[in-house]
């Protein structure tokens, strides 16, 4: 009997270190693939418009949110204990950075309202200044709810608590009740109120593309398109922050089923969002991805398979390559 629990125990054990391998395999895709397009933003003058502006804040915060999460996910799959100080402020920057990418993607979806419903005032209200109060604004709102639960848990926390080493995830920072229940409200509420705001601008948009000249069509379809993109990643953003709520229960039953479910949540609600962040600019936008493939292949391009025989041409097509 003994044997066969042994034996259960380590094909368990197993499992779980070839699922957080696959992880730590993704991950480094991600994080590679996310820094190559973020080089590619700060390399080139031209990407300093408002859309990839906030298409780079989407791979930074995705980037490092991804990056922390995994972190929690390897410490708690190998129950590895940390001070609860550090813990809380660990947490509460995941929580920070989960909050500020959806409301990015909502940024995202207000500026291709302006530029495809009123085109003329797009370059009035896109502008540096702008965009950098629409940052600060991003930031600032982001970091409201993260930083009130941060305060309440150090003024009711005991005294004694702070001397403990516990295995850091977010759930740590919900053990009262009435903490998690008004998180997750003005969580859902913030949820609905950015869903709301993306389906106005895809319903504006999609007039605008009925009466749009048959010029504008493509452009018009196309931002329809990244619209329900982001409504997508817009979803999937949202499950991050309710993920707490599903993993609560199973961290006092059985650590194994926790474990399991967070790996899926993970894949899930972290990875699968991150992997269309890069599709809707990186392979989507033309300019962007000629850049990108530009630097992809550090410089190494063979345009429409015609061989570039003299080092005038090979300026000409990196220019063509890099400015179009």
């Not at 799959?77 to 909502?106: D, E, G, K, N, R």
Request: with cysteine; glycine share 4%.
């Amino acid at each position: 009997m003994n044997l066969t629990e042994n034996n259960n125990l380590s094909s368990t054990s197993n499992l779980m270190h070839e699922k957080l391998l696959l992880v730590q395999v993704l991950v480094g895709i991600l994080l590679c693939v996310n820094g190559l397009m973020i080089f590619t933003f700060l390399k080139k003058e031209t990407f300093r418009e408002t859309r990839y502006i906030l298409f780079a804040q989407t791979l930074f915060v995705d980037s490092a949110l991804m990056l922390l999460t995994d972190l929690t996910l390897m410490g708690s799959s190998h129950q590895y204990p940390v001070h609860i100080i550090p813990c809380y402020i660990f947490c509460t920057l995941m929580s920070l950075l989960a909050v500020c990418s959806p409301m990015t993607l909502v940024a995202m979806c207000l500026e291709r309202h302006v530029a495809i419903c009123i085109p003329l005032r797009h370059a009035s209200i896109s502008t540096p200044k702008n965009t950098f109060i629409g940052l600060l604004v991003i930031w600032s709102f982001s970091f409201v709810i993260p930083l009130f639960i941060f305060i309440v848990c150090f003024v009711y926390i005991p005294p004694g608590v702070l001397h403990l080493y516990v295995v850091c995830t977010v759930v740590v920072m919900l053990q009262k009740k009435w903490l998690a229940d008004m998180r997750a409200t003005s969580l859902q509420l913030l949820f609905i109120i950015m869903l709301c705001i993306i389906v106005s601008t895809y319903i504006k948009i999609m007039l605008a593309a009925r009466s749009a000249s048959s010029e504008r069509k493509n452009s018009t379809n196309k931002g329809l398109k990244t619209i329900i993109l982001h409504g997508v990643q817009l979803l999937l953003c949202m499950m991050q922050l309710l993920i707490p709520y599903i993993e609560m229960p199973l961290w006092k039953v059985n650590v194994m089923v926790f474990l399991n479910v967070r790996y899926s949540n993970f894949i899930l609600f972290l990875i699968l969002p991150c992997c269309l962040s890069p599709l809707v600019y990186g392979l989507r936008d033309k300019k962007f991805y000629n850049a990108l493939k530009y630097y992809a292949f550090c410089g190494i391009l063979v345009c429409n398979k015609h061989t570039i025989r003299d080092d005038k041409t090979f300026r000409g097509v990196v220019s063509i390559s890099i400015h179009n």
